[in-house]
């Protein structure tokens, strides 16, 4: 890998866990959802086994009344006759309290289903989406490397050709100095020789 596309598939790299990131966090908040309302949903028998529990204690109250009355009365008072019907009375309230219980539990039930349903297609959705920008920013990724690897390529091709343009124009200067030395000193023969014979005849 080139020095300059180094850096840019390191700044990708980050990107994508950035992305991912983000996506476990949605994830585990959606997860931590849906346990609450799973725990919520639970919680319904507890409030079954107080009613329960209320109405016995008040059904354990009144044989506890009826029975000391009845020890203290003779019989044949039409007690027994009264007792039944508290006791039928409390069989009505308990019924009633549980049916409401219940109904409510699958009201919240539904609500729940429904809620996690919605929740199960949004994260289904937004996995679609974050695998679909994984592929498109690693698409990206290859594109942009590839590019710096071409501009890479072409700047060393640059640089070799200048560097042959150089060392080519470095000996035409030689070549012409040396040419140009040689005239100098051709022509300081020259004259050198023009002056000697000009001696001579003097």
């Known amino acids: 890998m080139s020095e300059y596309s180094s850096p840019v598939t390191m700044m990708f790299e980050f990107q994508r866990n950035a992305i991912q ?3 476990e966090a949605v994830e585990n ?6 346990n609450a309302s799973e725990t919520f949903v639970g919680n319904f028998d507890p409030a079954r086994d107080v009613s329960e529990q209320s109405t016995s204690l008040v059904r354990t109250g009144v044989d506890t009344y009826f029975d000391a009355v009845e020890s203290a009365v003779p019989g044949g008072s039409g007690l027994d006759e ?5 006791h039928d009375g409390l069989d009505t309230v308990e019924e009633s309290q549980l049916d409401a219980i219940d109904q409510l539990e699958a009201n919240v039930r539904e ?3 429904s809620s996690e ?7 289904a959705a937004l996995d679609e989406q974050v695998t679909t920008l994984l592929e498109t920013h690693e ?12 501009i890479e390529e072409a700047l060393d091709e640059l ?11 470095q000996g035409q200067f030689e070549s012409q100095a040396e040419a140009i030395q040689e005239q100098l000193e ?3 023969e020259s004259m050198q020789d023009a002056a000697d014979t000009a001696d001579l005849t003097a």
């Open 21 to 23: 990131g983000a996506h």
């Open 186 to 188: 051709d022509m300081t």
């Open 29 to 34: 908040s959606v997860e931590m959802q849906k």
């Open 139 to 150: 698409d990206l990724e290859a594109q942009t490397v590839e590019g710096l690897e071409q």
């Open 159 to 169: 640089q070799g050709e200048f560097e042959a343009r150089s060392e080519e124009m």
């Open 111 to 113: 609500g729940t289903e």
């Open 117 to 123: 349903e919605l929740l199960d297609e949004f994260l």
């Open 82 to 86: 009264v007792r039944t019907m508290l």
